[in-house]
């Protein structure tokens, strides 16, 4: 990551940062429920989503879940993938079939849904909706999901190029809990049950789905 995603992070990483990252593409390779605690300002955030990143140009993932406490933290993380998609040269390098469409739109929903690929003039099927939470990446080949702890989390699914449909095979919980959230015990007690009932389903029905959760301790008896 800090080859692709340099401007991110500058510094090296510490030993807790690589035992994020261990235990993110662990949750990933080998599913299961894995959760991380770690102070604000430490860049968890970016590093996991990052992670996210890799894992679906790498083929690991096909459509990852992040969850968030509010609609502005969502957005703000669509917001870093579109940027490294649409101006990362690296990526373009190495990766031109995914990132391609994206420079070529710098960043314009509307252009990048016109764009079609020289070879065939058949469009790329890439979107960018920051409204609905969903970038969609070239040609089925990848998918990032945004959704609140309290919006629909179950609705989140997208149509494929064949009609299938296609729901999230990971979840991300970023902070899913906010000052006023974490000082309430039946709000705290209601993003339980949402994570246990409609994060746990977003993969459909005997599917089970692999979270993990990265949270900042605000008191001793809220969500962390």
Known sequence: MRYYLREAFPLPFSDIHHGIIDSGIYAIKHGGLVVVVCPRGFGKTTTLVGIMVYAVFTHLLRFPAIITATGKDSKKILSLVQNWLCYNDRFLEDYPEIVAPFFESRGSS?????????????N????IQLTDGLICLPDNLGYFGCRTITGAV???FVVGLDGSVIRPDYSLLDDPQTRESANSVPQTQSRIDTIDGDVAGMAGPNRAMSMFMAVTLINRSDLA
């Open 110 to 122: 509307q252009r990048l849904a016109a764009t079609t690929w020289r070879d065939t003039n058949e």
């Open 124 to 127: 790329c099927a890439a979107r």
């Open 154 to 156: 179950r609705g989140l």
